[in-house]
């Protein structure tokens, strides 16, 4: 129905309700590049936690809902290291992500390029992200942090 509508991506998407959102994400690239007049292979995507107005300038901006994170917390800004008592696995905040030329996308500086699979048992990786961190990505990367769009 939002397809028909033309509203598909006015608002949040559920990627683990796609049977594919590999497929999705390139099809957003392919627009992404047709609208920029520039080749696919020069675009990166680029993430924004919090409302899709950090990517204001990108040409086909989703945000992405029902994410949930392991390895960590997120606080609605940038990771916490879990607690003891922390559960495995948690839900995040929405994230808007959009495909921009490459080097043009936001500051990287502390930022954990975290890749996102399509269960928790980590076989399929869907795409990477960044999530904002303190301190290094480097011991965030030996902490395993990962994204999971749908709970086994």
Do not use: M
Request: proline share 7%.
């Amino acid at each position: 129905e939002r397809c028909q509508n033309s509203t598909l991506l006015s608002s949040p998407a559920d990627l683990s309700e796609l049977f594919n959102p590999s497929v999705f994400l390139n099809a957003l690239r392919q627009e992404s590049a047709r609208r920029l007049n520039l080749p696919i292979n020069s675009l990166e995507i680029e993430s924004h936690w919090g409302p899709s107005s950090g990517l204001s300038q990108a040409k086909c901006p989703v945000t992405i809902e029902g994410l949930t994170i392991e390895g960590a917390l997120f606080d609605g800004h940038k990771l916490v290291e879990c607690s003891r008592d922390s559960p495995s696995n948690s839900s995040i905040s929405n994230c808007s992500v959009a495909w921009v030329p490459a080097g043009k996308g936001g500051n990287k500086d502390n930022q954990l390029e975290t890749p996102v699979y399509y269960n928790s048992l980590r076989e399929h990786q869907v795409t990477s992200i960044r999530i904002p961190c303190t301190g290094s990505p480097a011991v965030w990367k030996l902490k395993s942090v990962a994204l999971i769009l749908k709970n086994q």
